[in-house]
């Protein structure tokens, strides 16, 4: 079948509440990509917002927990990723890389950027060893393709005030080959136990879930899907 619209997440940190998040997903046939840090991989690695603690997991049983998604590169220690020397781009994303290859079984395609933070030099850096997309935390509230997929924006958080108006318009949209159109939600799971919203979640896969004209795949198998209308 010849897909005009695809749905995809994408998600940071590896902390506990992924394991929640993750169900949910599977639950609905929904597939995402989660951006981890492999060397705070950790549950030393934990911190707290308004009272909720919030912890980094193990390493242990996540290649079962993430199976069905992707696993990109977030850095290897959360370092915003600017000025940084050519040793240092080397340590903090080539190290991530071969640590996820060793521990999925996948060299990463992708990547999310820590903080949003980025610069030339590390855009160029992470193309030289072979990541071809990079999310920031910008979003554009809109469903186009990238025009540069090292530079890709969301179409827009998952608390964005706007996020239930674009789940209608895009449902709503009939699109055609020339223009494909791409639904993109990113965040930190944490921030559902934050703000007490897990069914905000619920109530947006459950409107995006089963439908036959939508493609469902991870940010990799989605930007691929319809990689012809960019270079990567």
Not at 21 to 41: D, M
Not at 60 to 81: F, K, R
Not at 88 to 117: H, S, V, W
Request: aromatic letters at 12%.
């Amino acid at each position: 079948m010849k897909y005009c619209k695809a749905v995809t997440f994408s998600y940071d940190d590896g902390i506990t509440q992924d394991r929640k998040l993750v169900e949910l997903f599977n639950r609905y046939g929904l597939k995402a990509t989660f951006n981890l840090n492999t060397g705070i991989q950790s549950e030393e690695s934990r911190f707290e917002i308004e009272g909720v603690p919030i912890c980094r997991m193990n390493q242990e049983g996540l290649p079962e927990l993430y199976a069905g998604h992707e696993i990109a590169v977030h850095g290897l220690t959360h370092a915003a990723p600017e000025k940084m020397t050519r040793e240092e781009l080397k340590q903090e994303f080539l190290t991530d890389a071969e640590n996820i290859e060793r521990l999925y079984g996948k060299y990463p395609e992708g990547m999310a950027y820590a903080y949003g933070c980025y610069d030339s030099a590390t855009v160029e850096y992470l193309k030289e060893i072979g990541i071809w997309y990079g999310r920031t935390t910008g979003s554009t509230h809109r469903f186009d393709l990238p025009d540069n997929p090292m530079l890709l924006e969301a179409t827009c958080h998952h608390n964005d005030e706007k996020l239930f108006e674009l789940a209608e318009a895009f449902l709503k949209a009939e699109p055609d080959e020339t223009k494909p159109m791409l639904f993109y939600i990113w965040g930190h799971s944490y921030e559902f136990d934050v703000n007490q919203n897990w069914d905000r979640m619920e109530r947006l896969c459950e409107m995006l879930a089963g439908k036959d004209d939508i493609f469902y795949g991870t940010n990799a198998e989605c930007l691929r899907l319809f990689g012809s209308t960019f270079t990567i």
